[in-house]
Every structure is written in structure tokens, then in C-alpha cells.
């Protein structure tokens, strides 16, 4: 008799991380003694026949029934087709001059953040920091200090997932994740599902904050451009403005030095052709850099910001109350312009996908 054919956990191997899929999350790594990550890079150090492991269980680049995660995780009501959970957008920007001038943008996820942490909401938050130049590792911060030193976006991937695993184990306290979308997505999956021996740490994850993700960077390939082109000048900060300045902008001890967009493209990270999701849709509440008729050099300074759960919004609104955020009005066309970008990352990854089926299906055959 022919039944349903067995997929032992090498599939994870096999379709994930030897076609370049993996995103380096880290999800699976902490729970299986065969699975590390190294520099940006998930490793298997030995093929595993088990057929239903938590790896495969969790990975976000496994079969995921997103439509099961948004009933389960949010109001039916609220979802939407392009950006997922959505209660409201705003535009936000810290109020603590401190934060402000160690953020990238608006310093929203750092004002939140500590917030949080000094409302006792959260005891620590996996955050990431600079390990070597270019290269983020992921840490959890339980004190402000810590926080404002994971100040500032990393351009490269840091296991995110890895390091809330660890923390996780350990303790007993609430915890929140500071995640990029594929971050988000595996997190949700554990929150939605978890396997038993899980249970009792993902009753520890309170709150998840999500990142505006376009790509992530290989950290290799950025550090060999940009020192390149510093010429040993100091980096004081790195951004990528808007499209139509076509540029990676550098601050420096000797001024701004901007790398044309098309050498930061060749860095960008091949899993993050297969990506759907810009905005992070499986936040409790995403963040990213501005955008308004004012243009960039005021929109540098503010953060847009989706609300997605009740516990989303109650931050949100403590925030507003305790005056560590200022609030301005979202332009009339914003949403309509966020979607669009939204559903044109949805589009071009999903052609991906299916272009990297039909070739493994070609390969196989």
C-alpha cells in the first residue's frame, strides 16, 4: 500500500538550507544538538531521521499555514491583505533627545523598549548589537544601558530566534523580541503551536516588536564595500534613504561618503528574494523609517508605526501617555503607498518561490 510519503527532518537541510532559503532566523538552533549558527550562517552538523522535530516545526521557510497563524494570533476582522493585522498607523518619534541621538530614525523601538522594561512589563529583550564591524549578534538586554547600546539598525541578519530560545530556557520572567519579518513569522508559529516541551517559555514572550525589512545585507560583502570606501575614515552611522537617492549613505569623521545603491544591491542576501512580508506582519507592532511630502531629511527623524494587537496598542498608548513618544499626523496617502509597497514585496516573492519550485522540480525529475 502507498501511503503518505515520510519527510524526515534532513528536509530541512535539504530544502532550506542547501537552496538558500534559510534566513538564518535561528528558530531551530537551541533545541536540536545537531543544528548551530555561525556568522549569519545556519549549520546542520549531522543528518537527523526524526519526522516531526521542532526545527521543521518552527522554521519559517517551512510549509506555514499563514492564514491558521492570523486567526489564531489576531482579530479576523483587523487582517488585511497587505499588511496583515492592522489597528492603526502612525508616525512616532522618542522624546529623550538620548535616544534620539543614538537612533537610526525616530528611536521609536528604543523609547518603546525602555519603556517597557522600566514599566516592568518586560525583564529583557533580545535585541541586536555589533559583534565585529557589520556583523549583529543577537543578546538580551535587561537594562536601558544595554538597549541604547543595541541602538541603531544592523544591516546584516543576527539569529534573533537562537538567542530568545536560550533566554527563554532560563529564568522566569517576561520577555519581548525586537525581530525582523522572518523573525516574526517563526515566533508566531511557536506562539501559535507549541510543541510541549515548549509550552511553558513561549508563555514567557509578551511582546514582539517587528522591523520594516526590505533585505538584510551578507555582512561579509558590506564590510569589504563600505570599508572600501571609507578609506579607514571612521563610521560614525550608515542609513539608506528613500529609492530616489539611489544611495547608501555613510557618516564618517571626515563627512558623508554615499555608496551607489547598485554595489549595495550585490551584498543583499539571496534568501531575501523568497521573502513576502515587508512590515513584519506577525508583530504585536511594527516599525520603520518615515515617509512624507516633507521630505527625508525630516522623515530621517520619524518612524511609521503599525499596530496590529491589543497589546500593540496598549504600549502605544502608554507611550503617548507618559509623553516618551510624540505623535504627528499620518499624511492622507500613507497607507494606500505602504500597501502597495507591501503587496509589490508579496508579488515579487512569491515569483521567486515559484521560480525556485519549478527548478528543483526540474532537477528532481
Not at 508616525?91 to 535616544?99: G, P, Q
Not at 510541549?196 to 551578507?218: E, Q, S
Request: proline share 4%; aromatic share 4%; hydrophobic share 40%.
Amino acid at each position: 500500500m502507498t501511503g503518505k510519503p515520510t519527510i524526515r527532518q534532513s528536509h530541512v537541510s535539504s530544502s532550506v538550507i542547501d537552496t538558500g532559503l534559510c534566513t538564518g532566523c535561528g528558530a531551530c538552533v537551541g533545541l536540536c544538538p545537531y543544528l548551530r549558527t555561525h556568522r549569519g550562517a545556519t549549520i546542520m552538523l549531522f543528518d537527523c531521521d526524526r519526522e516531526d522535530g521542532r526545527c521543521r516545526r518552527y522554521c519559517p521557510r517551512m510549509e506555514t499555514d499563514l492564514g491558521h497563524l492570523n486567526q489564531v494570533l489576531f482579530d479576523a476582522s483587523e487582517v488585511t491583505a497587505e499588511l496583515g493585522a492592522f489597528k492603526g498607523l502612525y508616525m512616532t518619534r522618542a522624546t529623550d533627545a538620548e535616544i534620539r541621538s543614538r537612533a537610526q530614525h525616530g528611536g521609536t523601538v528604543t523609547a518603546l523598549t525602555c519603556l517597557a522594561l522600566e514599566q516592568g512589563l518586560i525583564e529583557g529583550w533580545v535585541v541586536a548589537q555589533e559583534d565585529a564591524p557589520m556583523l549583529p549578534k543577537s543578546t538580551t538586554a535587561m537594562c536601558r544601558a544595554d538597549l541604547l547600546a543595541a541602538a541603531g539598525s544592523k544591516f546584516g541578519n543576527a539569529p534573533a530566534v537562537a538567542e530568545f530560545n536560550r533566554a527563554s530556557a532560563e529564568g522566569q520572567g517576561p520577555l519581548g523580541v525586537v525581530a525582523t519579518p522572518c523573525q516574526a513569522l517563526a515566533l508566531a508559529k511557536m506562539r501559535s503551536d507549541p510543541a510541549d516541551a515548549d509550552a511553558a517559555r513561549m508563555a514567557r514572550l509578551k511582546l514582539v516588536i517587528g522591523l520594516f525589512c526590505g533585505w538584510t545585507l551578507d555582512w561579509r560583502k558590506l564590510r569589504e564595500l563600505v570599508l572600501s570606501a571609507v578609506k579607514g575614515e571612521k563610521i560614525r552611522s550608515m542609513d539608506i534613504p528613500p529609492s530616489s537617492h539611489a544611495c547608501m549613505q555613510v557618516e564618517t569623521s571626515a563627512g558623508r561618503i554615499e555608496i551607489p545603491i547598485d554595489q549595495v544591491n550585490g551584498c543583499v542576501r539571496d534568501c531575501c528574494a523568497y521573502c513576502t512580508d515587508m512590515t513584519a506582519e506577525f508583530a504585536d507592532i511594527s516599525i520603520g523609517s518615515a515617509r512624507s511630502p516633507e521630505g527625508w531629511e525630516v522623515d530621517r527623524h520619524w518612524n511609521q508605526v503599525i499596530v496590529r494587537t491589543t497589546a500593540g496598542e496598549q504600549l502605544l498608548n502608554l507611550a503617548r501617555e507618559k509623553g516618551i513618544l510624540a505623535f504627528k499626523d499620518v499624511p492622507p496617502e500613507n497607507l494606500a503607498k505602504l500597501k502597495s509597497a507591501a503587496m509589490g514585496k508579496k508579488r515579487s516573492g512569491q515569483s521567486n518561490l515559484n521560480r525556485l519550485s519549478e527548478t528543483n522540480n526540474t532537477l528532481a525529475s
